[in-house]
């Protein structure tokens, strides 16, 4: 069963929080509001943090450990880096949740409580819960880019092996042709001397 661990007084937790990619873009009063919002829970294996078709209100930071993505009981992905959000697009478009989500080992995510965002935005006129949406969505164009310049080079990569295998392919091909006409040369002068020894024996 998962428990919560204090914020406010832990400094080291803190300031791993604020290393997190999406957390370097609010100042230090989005931060602090974003602080009251949220809660750190800790997961033990096997333990739903989301369950697929069920409604509620919180996005996820992953702080560490590794959680499992499955949808209708079939897995998609693992994440496991520290930073890594999920359960946001249920909130943003007001869902139930598309996917079940699990820890796979001890895990400890920062659960950010979107509808009492929503209370402080129109309490302190802060758009926090814009913001984070923003960062979000910003970091994961960032990390597509990013992923589509690996594939794009990974691409060009294997292109490039493709041309030295098929250049090989080639000069092996020319190789063999080239035996096989050195052995049919080879067959038609032993055809050669064949005759030229009979010849030579009915001479005799």
């Excluded at 996005?59 to 993505?69: A, Q, R, T």
């Excluded at 989500?101 to 926090?128: P, Y």
């Excluded at 690996?150 to 000069?171: D, F, G, P, T, W």
Aim: glycine fraction near 2%.
């Amino acid at each position: 069963m998962s428990k919560s661990i204090e914020i406010q007084n832990n400094p080291k937790l803190v300031d791993r929080l604020k290393d997190i990619s999406v957390m370097k873009g609010l100042s230090d009063e989005e931060f602090a509001a974003m602080l009251q919002l949220s809660t750190i829970n800790m997961y033990q294996p096997g333990e739903n943090i989301i369950i697929e078709r069920y409604y509620d209100n919180r996005i996820y930071f992953l702080i560490s450990g590794k959680v499992e993505i499955s949808k209708e009981k079939q897995p998609l992905k693992v994440l496991s880096e520290t930073g890594e959000t999920f359960g946001e697009m249920s909130v943003i478009e007001g869902r139930e949740r598309s996917a079940t989500i699990r820890s796979l080992e001890e895990t400890t995510c920062l659960a950010i409580d979107a509808s009492f965002a929503e209370r402080l935005r129109k309490d302190k006129k802060l758009n926090l819960l814009d913001k984070i949406f923003t960062e979000i969505l910003a970091h994961r164009l960032r990390s597509t880019t990013d992923d589509y310049t690996r594939a794009l080079s990974r691409v060009k990569l294997l292109q490039e092996e493709n041309k030295i295998l098929r250049r090989l392919a080639e000069e092996i091909k020319q190789q063999h042709d080239c035996q096989e006409q050195s052995i049919i040369n080879a067959e038609k002068e032993l055809d050669d001397i064949r005759s030229e020894v009979e010849k030579f024996q009915t001479e005799l």
